[in-house]
């Protein structure tokens, strides 16, 4: 059974950094595209970045050259670097493999 459990959310205030950490389980890792998207309050469900088994990443316009997505193979662990923070980055952030999706991670930036 796959499971995947995110960790590294909190408060932070805008412009500050956090990153997340997602750890999956019971899954060959090494071979699947991981995902992480987000849900702010009273909004849908978005698109925040994507690795691909080969390393290649892709970005929402919204966080491009702020976030980083980046994978731990060994560790069976995806992480999200996130710096230059906005108020509007304010969500729950879930990590997402085919079929499976997280539990989340709440982040708040606010002064």
């Known amino acids: 059974q796959v499971q995947l459990v995110e960790s590294g959310g909190g408060l932070v205030q805008p412009g500050g950094s956090l990153r997340l950490s997602c750890t999956a389980s019971?899954?060959?890792?090494?071979?699947?595209?991981m995902d992480w998207h987000r849900q702010a309050p009273g909004k849908e469900r978005e698109f925040v970045a994507r690795i691909s088994s080969a390393g290649s990443e892709n970005y929402a316009d919204s966080v491009k050259g702020r976030f980083t997505i980046s994978r731990d193979k060994a560790k069976n662990t995806v992480f999200l670097q996130m710096n230059s923070l906005k108020t509007e980055d304010t969500a729950v952030y879930y990590c997402?493999?085919?079929?499976?999706w997280g539990q989340g991670t709440l982040v708040t930036v606010s002064s």
């Open positions: 997402h493999a085919p079929g499976v």
């Open positions: 019971g899954w060959i890792f090494g071979l699947g595209v």
